[in-house]
C-alpha cells in the first residue's frame, strides 16, 4: 500500500469514527501532496509493508495538531476545525506547515501514535472484575505500550453500565460505553502492584501537549476525558518504565508474584512488534507459569481482519487457555462482552 492509499484508508476510518475533520485533512493530503520537500519524501518513500502497521497517517495527524496546541502553526490554526474554508484554502495552508515545520514533524514521525485512550479502560475495569471473581485474588498489574500510564490506572475510573457501577464512586472519570452482552461479575479488584514499559514513554506534564495531539482535534470530548486523566496520572505517578517490552515483561515474571494475580495487557499494541517479538513475550508468560501455580492473565485489545472494533482474548497461564472475551470499539465507544462465566474456567464455587 502506497501512502495515498493509506491515507484515503484512515480517512475514511476517521470518518466512521466520528472525526470528519481528520477526514478531511487526510482526504486532501493524500489528494494533493507532491514530492519535492522533506515530509512530503519521507511521507511518498515510507516501505510499503510497513505503511498500515506504522500508522503512517496518524503520526502526521498528530503531528499537524500538536504544531496547532503548541501555536507553532499560527496559518494552520486560524482554519483548525472549521467547516466553513473552502478545501483549496485549507490545503494552502496545511502545504505551508508541512514544508515550513519540516523540523518539527520529521521526529514525530519517527515514532507510534501514542493514542493514550483512557476509554479503553471500559475493557480493563471489566476484565479485572472477571479475574478477581474468577481467583479471588489481588492484581498485579502489568501494561506493555503504557505511554504516560493513563490505562495504567484503570481502578481509579469508574465503568457505568445502565444501573451497574464498577469502581469508585466518587471517581472523577465515568465512562459509559454503550454496552451489549453480558455484565462483567461485581467483583471489586484490588491493585497489589502496578507497573508498564513503553519504548518513548510520555510525561502526563512535560508531555501534555503532545498526549493531546494525538486525540483527533474535533473531538472535544475525547480531549477533555484525556486532560482530567493526564491530570490523575500526574498525581498518582504510576511507574513507566523506558524499554523494550520483550526485555522487560521477561525480567519482571521471572519474580513470583505469590498469592495474586498477574494481569499483562495491552491496546491497539501488537501491530507494532514484529512476529519474533510477540513469539517471545508468548514464551515468556508460558516459561513463568513453570516457576509457579499462580495465575497468569494476558488480556489483549488488538485489531484483527474481523472487525467491527478490536478484539478482545484473554489467554490463562499455565494452561495457555484462550478466552474470548468480545469485541470493542478503538476508542472506547461501544463494548460487546461476551465473557463466560469465570467460575466455570476455575471452578470455584459461586
Given at each position: 500500500?502506497?501512502?495515498?492509499?493509506?491515507?484515503?484508508?484512515?480517512?475514511?476510518?476517521?470518518?466512521?469514527?466520528?472525526?470528519?475533520?481528520?477526514?478531511?485533512?487526510?482526504?486532501?493530503?493524500?489528494?494533493?501532496?507532491?514530492?519535492?520537500?522533506?515530509?512530503?519524501?519521507?511521507?511518498?518513500?515510507?516501505?510499503?509493508?510497513?505503511?498500515?502497521?506504522?500508522?503512517?497517517?496518524?503520526?502526521?495527524a498528530g503531528a499537524l495538531h500538536y504544531l496547532v496546541l503548541t501555536r507553532q502553526a499560527a496559518m494552520l490554526a486560524r482554519f483548525y476545525t472549521r467547516d466553513d474554508i473552502a478545501d483549496a484554502q485549507l490545503w494552502r495552508s496545511i502545504d505551508a506547515v508541512l514544508r515550513l515545520n519540516a523540523t518539527d514533524i520529521l521526529p514525530v514521525l519517527d515514532h507510534a501514535p501514542q493514542t493514550n485512550e483512557v476509554a479503553r479502560s471500559a475493557v480493563f475495569i471489566a476484565a479485572g472484575h472477571w479475574l478477581s471473581a474468577a481467583f479471588g485474588l489481588p492484581l498485579v498489574l502489568s501494561e506493555l505500550g503504557t505511554c504516560a500510564g493513563l490505562n495504567l490506572i484503570w481502578d481509579r475510573y469508574a465503568l457505568q453500565i445502565g444501573e451497574h457501577r464498577y469502581g469508585p464512586d466518587d471517581a472523577a472519570i465515568t465512562l459509559a460505553p454503550e454496552w451489549h452482552g453480558t455484565l462483567p461479575p461485581l467483583a471489586t479488584p484490588v491493585i497489589r502492584a502496578r507497573a508498564g514499559v513503553d519504548r518513548n514513554p510520555l510525561d502526563p506534564v512535560a508531555d501534555r501537549d503532545r498526549l493531546q495531539s494525538y486525540i483527533w482535534a474535533d473531538q472535544v470530548a475525547r480531549l477533555q476525558r484525556q486532560a482530567i486523566a493526564l491530570d490523575l496520572a500526574a498525581e498518582a505517578r504510576p511507574p513507566v518504565q523506558q524499554g523494550c517490552a520483550v526485555a522487560w515483561l521477561s525480567d519482571r515474571l521471572s519474580r513470583p508474584q505469590p498469592q495474586a494475580c498477574h494481569m499483562v495487557y495491552h491496546?491497539?499494541?501488537?501491530?507494532?512488534?514484529?512476529?519474533?517479538?510477540?513469539?517471545?513475550?508468548?514464551?515468556?508468560?508460558?516459561?513463568?507459569?513453570?516457576?509457579?501455580?499462580?495465575?497468569?492473565?494476558?488480556?489483549?485489545?488488538?485489531?484483527?481482519?474481523?472487525?467491527p472494533g478490536a478484539l478482545v482474548t484473554l489467554t490463562l497461564w499455565p494452561q495457555g487457555t484462550e478466552i474470548a472475551l468480545g469485541r470493542a470499539d478503538f476508542h472506547g465507544a461501544w463494548v460487546d462482552w461476551q465473557a463466560p462465566d469465570p467460575q466455570a474456567w476455575t471452578g470455584r464455587a459461586r
Amino acid at each position: 500500500m502506497n501512502f495515498r492509499d493509506h491515507a484515503k484508508a484512515q480517512a475514511a476510518a476517521c470518518a466512521q469514527l466520528g472525526s470528519p475533520y481528520t477526514a478531511r485533512v487526510l482526504a486532501l493530503i493524500a489528494d494533493h501532496l507532491r514530492p519535492g520537500h522533506a515530509v512530503a519524501d519521507r511521507l511518498l518513500g515510507w516501505p510499503a509493508d510497513r505503511m498500515e502497521d506504522d500508522a503512517v497517517a496518524l503520526r502526521l495527524a498528530g503531528a499537524l495538531h500538536y504544531l496547532v496546541l503548541t501555536r507553532q502553526a499560527a496559518m494552520l490554526a486560524r482554519f483548525y476545525t472549521r467547516d466553513d474554508i473552502a478545501d483549496a484554502q485549507l490545503w494552502r495552508s496545511i502545504d505551508a506547515v508541512l514544508r515550513l515545520n519540516a523540523t518539527d514533524i520529521l521526529p514525530v514521525l519517527d515514532h507510534a501514535p501514542q493514542t493514550n485512550e483512557v476509554a479503553r479502560s471500559a475493557v480493563f475495569i471489566a476484565a479485572g472484575h472477571w479475574l478477581s471473581a474468577a481467583f479471588g485474588l489481588p492484581l498485579v498489574l502489568s501494561e506493555l505500550g503504557t505511554c504516560a500510564g493513563l490505562n495504567l490506572i484503570w481502578d481509579r475510573y469508574a465503568l457505568q453500565i445502565g444501573e451497574h457501577r464498577y469502581g469508585p464512586d466518587d471517581a472523577a472519570i465515568t465512562l459509559a460505553p454503550e454496552w451489549h452482552g453480558t455484565l462483567p461479575p461485581l467483583a471489586t479488584p484490588v491493585i497489589r502492584a502496578r507497573a508498564g514499559v513503553d519504548r518513548n514513554p510520555l510525561d502526563p506534564v512535560a508531555d501534555r501537549d503532545r498526549l493531546q495531539s494525538y486525540i483527533w482535534a474535533d473531538q472535544v470530548a475525547r480531549l477533555q476525558r484525556q486532560a482530567i486523566a493526564l491530570d490523575l496520572a500526574a498525581e498518582a505517578r504510576p511507574p513507566v518504565q523506558q524499554g523494550c517490552a520483550v526485555a522487560w515483561l521477561s525480567d519482571r515474571l521471572s519474580r513470583p508474584q505469590p498469592q495474586a494475580c498477574h494481569m499483562v495487557y495491552h491496546s491497539l499494541f501488537w501491530q507494532y512488534l514484529t512476529d519474533a517479538q510477540q513469539r517471545e513475550i508468548i514464551d515468556a508468560m508460558a516459561r513463568a507459569r513453570l516457576q509457579t501455580n499462580e495465575p497468569l492473565a494476558h488480556v489483549a485489545m488488538e485489531a484483527d481482519d474481523s472487525g467491527p472494533g478490536a478484539l478482545v482474548t484473554l489467554t490463562l497461564w499455565p494452561q495457555g487457555t484462550e478466552i474470548a472475551l468480545g469485541r470493542a470499539d478503538f476508542h472506547g465507544a461501544w463494548v460487546d462482552w461476551q465473557a463466560p462465566d469465570p467460575q466455570a474456567w476455575t471452578g470455584r464455587a459461586r
